[in-house]
């Protein structure tokens, strides 16, 4: 399966925000919300495309004078996955978290996706907390963060 990732484009945003629908039931990014990020020195958006579609796409958060970079979102099209592309974008996401010169990636996931964090600790991510009530129906997240540079 040929894919290519890059840094996303404005003219990637739709694309995006409808990967989300596929993705996720709720606390999706909207299409404003991928623009703004895609547009913002402080963020880094990137695109998974397999052809001409869209198949996978992430958002990594910068703070200036942080060593830590957030992975706010990152997703793999249902009809993709179990092929490896999550392993892929993730090392792209490190990857990029590194050239910004990051130490640390943190993130958050639902504690009640055990396949996610799973995936997580078997590259590397280790729990170190949790938000009560993080997510829009309630439910909490689990934090996790991996040392990049050691």
Same mark, same amino acid.
């Given at each position: &399966? =040929?894919? $290519?990732?890059?840094? $996303?484009? /404005? !003219? ?8 989300? %629908?596929?993705?996720? #039931?709720?606390?999706?990014? !909207? ?6 990020? /895609?547009?913002?020195? $402080?963020?880094?958006?990137?695109? &998974? &495309?397999? !052809? ?6 992430? +958002?990594?958060?910068? %703070?200036?004078? $942080? ?5 706010? !979102? /990152? ?11 999550? +392993?892929? @974008?993730?090392? *792209? ?13 943190? @993130? *958050? +996931? %639902?504690?009640?996706?055990? +396949? ?13 907390? *949790? ?8 439910? #909490?997240?689990?934090? &996790?963060? =991996?040392?990049?540079? =050691?």
């Amino acid at each position: &399966m =040929k894919i $290519s990732i890059y840094p $996303s484009t /404005i !003219s990637d945003a739709f694309a995006l925000a409808q990967l989300e %629908r596929r993705c996720f #039931p709720g606390d999706r990014l !909207s299409l404003g919300q991928y623009r703004y990020f /895609i547009r913002r020195p $402080s963020a880094q958006v990137l695109t &998974m &495309m397999q !052809s001409d579609k869209v198949i996978g796409g992430a +958002v990594l958060l910068f %703070r200036r004078h $942080s060593a830590i970079a957030r992975l706010y !979102s /990152i997703a793999i099209d249902p009809a993709f996955q179990g092929h490896g592309l999550g +392993v892929e @974008l993730l090392a *792209e996401v490190e990857a990029y978290a590194k050239g910004r010169r990051a130490t640390l990636v943190r @993130l *958050e +996931v %639902r504690q009640d996706n055990q +396949v996610a964090i799973q995936f997580y600790k078997k590259h590397g991510y280790l729990a170190f907390g *949790e938000y009560e009530h993080y997510y829009e129906d309630g439910a #909490p997240a689990l934090r &996790m963060q =991996k040392i990049l540079i =050691k």
